[in-house]
Nanobody, 129 residues
């Protein structure tokens, strides 16, 4: 099993940048795709970006394409989300999660939120205008 801990959230002004990290424990990290998701109070949890187990494929939500970058370091059991050109609409709790399916690549089809478990505890990102 994988346990996940997010870090790096905080308060930033619009137009600024922030980097999130998700540290994983457990022996299956390097076999699983990883995803970053975000949730605003009262709304569903949405996919932000996903990366395959070896980093070969990535997918992004349309709203973050060109601004956010997901990456991973399997040697450090860590997945990252670099967020640039932040806007107040990016304000949310950000979660990382592991794909339930091993060895998956993300060619075209966006996975579903339900394809991922377990989840981290989340980290708050607040972008002020």
């Amino acid at each position: 099993q994988v346990q996940l801990v997010e870090s790096g959230g905080g308060l930033v002004q619009a137009g600024g940048s922030l980097g999130l990290s998700c540290a994983a424990s457990g022996r299956t990290f390097d076999r699983r795709g990883m995803g970053w998701f975000r949730q605003v109070l009262g709304k569903e949890r949405d996919i932000v970006a996903v990366i395959s187990w070896n980093g070969e494929t990535t997918l992004y939500a349309d709203s973050v394409k060109g601004r956010f970058t997901i990456s991973r370091d399997n040697a450090k059991n860590t997945v990252y989300l670099q967020m640039n050109s932040l806007t107040p609409d990016d304000t949310a709790i950000y979660y990382c999660a592991a794909d339930k399916t091993f060895w998956r690549q993300y060619y075209g089809r966006s996975p579903l939120t339900g394809d991922f478990a377990p989840w981290g505890q989340g980290t708050q990102v607040t972008v002020s205008s």
